[in-house]
């Protein structure tokens, strides 16, 4: 994580000042739930709520020498409460605060980056309306297939976001459980009751079985769906890279007045937000193979999740955000070409009709193979000529084409509206719900 | 994919002999429903259903020559057909039977390793229900920490692999829609109606937007599941690796008669099949970033995904299945030891009663941060001493203890039903269903 | 590894024949320097080198029922050899023949990749030197930039494999160790010369620690080499598939004439040889992370790497040569077309040398910055009017340009030859040694 | 990157302030060899040595305007420089600048590492003869197998560090190159003697090929050798773990007087620095994989390299600085108990002479499948005991071994000093270079 690549609303959440208030939120409702079982004295569960407070330094300072971060908080803590601290985090262990806090961190997190992909989402569909009916070459293997329309392509990334989306909810609730049940989980030392209440007070739900820390295969699968929605950014990135190529030109990133380029060729205007969101997607993807290492724990648990856990996968976080806001920028004021894609439509002089030409003639009774053959030959010459030929013309000059197709026929092959009509039918049925 | 490593009910799916049965099939409820419309003949329909055939040998031979699999494929099954095969396929392309076909392969393999998560499921509970009360040490890495039981270690697994099943069961949502949409996926050369039907026939959704190809952050996301059950595995995989080792040996896979451990050592039992199981979570979720770099596809679609899929994503789904079934036999002939449990447990001179020690203590006003000292003196004295002596009679040597808690106070500290008390309670909640 | 995929050269290698060959040949050597130190009879030797064989079913039979593949192996041959064989394998462990075996055939298939790659090289070689004076743009961000010639990119992707090459020599030699050393690698039961002896006639070296197996770190650095190795193939693929594109067409993969690019679209032709190959590479690299994951093994050894080495590492090979040779064949007859990277070269009205103007006018004494600002103006303009206007031309309008610099100057701005007049020393440095 | 896993040597090389004062030395030696040639005047290449200079805060300023970091360092040098800073970067590109100055970066990283790697080295030496004689249990699958010495187990990682210091200085090299020849790689405006020039002050060689950039096939060998160290790393650290488990307990790590091992547990001593070395393996790891997809850039270069560039790479560089020193250090103050070493090796009732028992039978004329049988059902029985029997007594009982075995032939078969007469052979061989 670098402050080039973050936005404070995700790097906030997992700086030391926020970890902190949440560990003391969930010490004082463990404490409160505690005095109202009588297990502690009521003035203690008020003391902390009135008083609690901590000093990051001074953490740091004592954590220098316990080398525990838990003890090195709670003695901070108490050098605020005073005496009645000394009931504080009774009968619960270090990963009580640490995997409880750690499910608000990530729900946090989560919730940032719903509204991200919502983001993306919003600009998707603006730009998916706009572009409805704006024709355009669809292309496989990067060589031109058929017409399609630009609102098409990005309803397709609308829908990939959709799914986004739906995937991190889910994701979310993985990862939305705490727990509060003492060393290796047995609850010999707190009772089950004061787990459900701190659970419900922060809305989230308990672990059904934590052996000490909550199991890690809820964050593998955070961080695995993290890892695809960096896909569905890289795969957008990649249209867009693609689209302002110098020979395809359809679409260029926005470049404001002061941009340069290029440090020696002025005249470069050059994709490079989708490029750095393509980086974006490696970086957040590189959360993933580790995230999955962490799973397996030694018996009850050992400690080698935790490094990682504070260092790459917040980074994966913290970078997701960055890209899933700077795509969501991206999108909104990507300047659109509609002239250049109908020139670029138009370049292989009608060979995108192709297909119909053969559906066409097998509708007239050619058998499927001999069609093929057929419409192969003329559209070979087509590509061939590099714009000097179309494919009509040389259709209309085939008899085995004639014999069979009169021009009412070719009219209805040439005629981009077929590749259109159920436009609104996909694009309606992307965007609903 | 080897056979010593897989099971012919997955590698099955993904053979060449299953894989056109569901091209065949998709082809002929597309026509059944064309012909339905009055596009093609009914007759054609008829025929396809009746007649319809294939040769792998002769697709094979043909594929040899077109370098194309579907048109392979259509011609040897027009051998079969005849004549009327000239409408099969009609406006179709050929993503719409591949990706239509792979969503059916991957459900039928969907299916099967959610079977086989039951296995795993189902052993694990009837073991937990049997060893609810073994008592044994729970360990943070790697050192015993406090009194656990046996049920609670495998009903901890039970909820992993309950998760496991929830994420498969959503997983295999996220693969199971069809496309039948034509070139680009714009239904410019076939009707709507046609998908929603074949959809239907097989069970299936239609995908919202396919442009060509059904996205691939449907196949990533459903790899990257497969990866996170694949973490799980490893880790009870782990924990049974553990327990065997010769200082512990808590438990054993189990060793037929004539099983040779080693062709040097006569005398070694080795855990070759939890060993194994570690070595097929790595080879299942290697195909966890090759699935993510397969959502990155040019503009409407390339084919770099296909060899991927054609390979190493099959081969993990068929580690996974034969991973899942070794490890449901592993379980369910686990020999365990409870007296070695108990062994073990006490092999600390009591120190896992430390905790409760230092609770008493502070509950008897001693502040915690004394409390802790007080404990650790005695309890390092105690781990120094191997065994020689226990924290019970150290504790009752020290006037700061003594001071403070009674021979009754003591009694109950070392008292290993406090651990248990809570064990039901829990286990029932993560058995629940 | 599926056959679509697969050379026998390689895929061989991993075949059960050639591995027990191998094990037969390892046993053998021992056993004569064992009869040599007089440990053994010399006539067991002579009967093992002479007699010595294995049937591959017969060992599978044996295996299903001692569940140990060496132990199994040693049966198959003592029912060859006969009562002699007892001395077979004395004081060795099973891994001494695995591992040693093993290292076989991993520099049997290090060989091959080397071989491989230069067969790459030598093709890059070819057409590199054809089209060294082969004018056409060169591009940063997809973006034109400076003029380049296509013997040069060539040549990158030539100093690449070199690279390459050198790196699997290296990968080799971190590969190409044997122990035998018998149980936990002490050689209390085996000689030390022994292992020397089958060393050197095996052409290898022996492992200086191996703790019964050989360190996995090394495997892992022939694989995760291997992960480089693909991500060189993948960036030549995604050059080639960029200039197939339709609209920059520079060059195509051969095309023959049975070929079928669609079965809906008779015109495609699709550069699905590098789709494959960029596929290829995500199947090679899926190595990398099992091969790290593999080397952390317990205490003297574990066998969790085991199912690894025989699935997916063998796989990362045989995927690497078929994709190396299948790259090879893809340059050999790649159809370059030099007329279209002229008018590609053209299309910018001249943008191409926008940064020599600019250093013209700062050469003639205009400020850095001033000279950028001059040229970029320009150079939006022509950039916008999409081939209508030419830098040139709008330079010659502006006073500022003209004020500094005449038609000569102008001219020798505007001159093709400044970007190739290096070409010849670059590409010469690059296919030297 | 944190800072509580960071130390400031190698943290400081990728910082703004060493960045930029390594692109000053960068511009200031080619300006000088272009003054040398006459394209400069030589004033402007003194002015740049003597007064070239930078602000940090001035460069963001100006970045985040221009959107470009080398026009916005060119604007800083040039506030300090004055007028004769026009010449600078004269015909180079950014990329000769950011790219030869990584390559100086990563030496200086390379360079701490190698160094790291030998403190790891240097430790493990001097432990491994400290403890070259002290016998330990060797362990197969973590299953008691034959005796081997701690020294030997050491040793063994000091060929595995010896073996990644080799790799690094290897991949050092594979770094070490820059690239001066502007835009798109053709030395069109820059002399191919400036590079040369450059290259040689900075103790660098210049790259065969860079298209623009130097290829990413190089920082990907790179950090693939970066993740092999990891798991060198990982290796060792997961070997000081297991020994530290209570059961086993042969090593601990270090702890000091003040540590707290658990807020919970006072006698809790745990390994937590080799936990937090398991999980900086799999930071590092982080890293191959984006560096592996870095490689295959757009054309002559893209720029979606280098988000990852800036942050992940350096962030396994980092990890890897941090992981090595905490190794050494571990590796230092290590605790060895050589007495429990020895009660663990005996816990078996010596079947760890078992193969030593088979082959003496073999050697007294016994077929080695009935040799194994014999001493299996013996083994099996020492097993079973749980500390009972010994291997001995029962041999002693067995007429099958006593009618072949006298009782000088068993005091020789329970010899320790049979699986150390090697060990110094092999140490030594280890250590030597």
Redesign the interface.
């Given at each position: 994580?670098?402050d080039?690549?973050s936005r404070p609303q995700m790097a906030g959440i997992f700086e030391d000042e926020n970890k902190y208030k949440i560990w003391l939120e969930v010490e004082t409702l463990a404490l409160e739930k505690m005095a109202d079982l009588g297990i502690v004295p009521k003035s203690a569960a008020i003391a902390l709520r009135e008083k609690g407070n901590f000093d990051v330094a001074r953490i740091n300072e004592i954590e220098a020498?316990?080398?525990?971060d838990?003890?090195a908080f709670?003695?901070s803590v108490a050098e605020y409460v005073g005496e009645e601290s000394?009931y504080v985090?009774?009968?619960?262990?270090?990963s009580d605060v640490l995997d409880s806090s750690f499910a608000v961190m990530l729900t946090q997190a989560a919730d940032l980056i719903i509204e991200d992909i919502e983001k993306v989402m919003s600009a998707l569909k603006k730009r998916t309306l706009e572009h409805k009916d704006t024709l355009c070459?669809?292309?496989?293997?990067?060589?031109?297939?058929?017409?399609?329309t630009f609102g098409?392509?990005l309803?397709?990334h609308y829908?990939?976001f959709k799914?986004?989306r739906d995937?991190m909810i889910?994701a979310k609730e993985?990862i939305s459980t705490i727990t509060i049940?003492?060393?290796?989980?047995?609850?010999?030392?707190i009772d089950?009751s004061i787990e459900a209440y701190v659970a419900e007070k922060l809305g989230l739900r308990v672990e059904?079985?934590a052996?000490?820390v909550i199991?890690?295969?809820?964050h593998?699968?955070f961080f695995?769906?993290l890892?695809?929605v960096?896909?569905?950014i890289?795969?957008l990135?990649?249209?867009i890279?693609?689209l302002?190529?110098?020979?395809?030109?359809e679409a260029e990133e926005f470049f404001?007045e002061?941009?340069?380029?290029?440090?020696?060729?002025?005249?470069?205007?050059?994709?490079?937000s989708s490029?750095?969101l393509?980086?974006?997607?490696?970086?957040i993807?590189?959360?993933?193979?580790?995230a999955?290492?962490?799973?397996?724990?030694?018996?009850?648990?050992?400690?080698?999740?935790?490094?990682?856990e504070?260092?790459?996968l917040p980074?994966a976080l913290v970078?997701a955000d960055y890209a899933l806001n700077r795509l969501a920028g991206l999108i909104e004021n990507l300047l659109i070409y509609p002239d250049?894609m109908m020139d670029?439509l138009e370049?292989?002089g009608g060979?995108v009709f192709?297909?119909?030409a053969?559906?066409a003639l097998?509708q007239a009774g050619i058998?499927?193979?001999d069609a093929?053959?057929i419409?192969?030959r003329s559209?070979?010459e087509?590509?061939k000529s590099?714009g000097a030929l179309t494919?009509r013309e040389l259709l209309e000059k085939d008899e085995d084409v004639t014999s069979k197709l009169d021009k009412a026929s070719l009219d209805n092959i040439f005629d981009y509206s077929?590749?259109?009509?159920?436009?609104s039918?996909?694009i309606d049925?992307?965007l609903a719900d």
């Open positions: 994580m670098i080039r690549y020498e316990v080398k525990h838990v003890i709670l003695t000394r985090h009774q009968g619960m262990t270090s070459i669809g292309r496989s293997h990067g060589i031109h297939a058929e017409p399609t098409l392509k309803a397709g829908a990939a799914r986004a995937r889910a993985e049940s003492g060393a290796v989980g047995t609850f010999a030392t089950p059904d079985i052996t000490q199991p890690r295969d809820r593998a699968m695995a769906t890892g695809v960096a896909s569905s890289e795969n990135a990649i249209e890279r693609h302002q190529r110098t020979e395809v030109r404001s002061k941009q340069k380029g290029s440090s020696a060729m002025p005249h470069k205007r050059n994709p490079i490029e750095n393509t980086g974006q997607a490696r970086i993807r590189a959360g993933v193979i580790p999955l290492e962490n799973v397996a724990l030694w018996h009850e648990r050992d400690i080698s999740h935790s490094s990682v504070r260092t790459i980074d970078s250049t670029n370049k292989t060979l192709s297909q119909r053969m559906l097998t058998m499927r193979e093929y053959r419409v192969q559209a070979m087509v590509w590099k494919l077929a590749y259109t009509k159920n436009i039918y996909i049925r992307a």
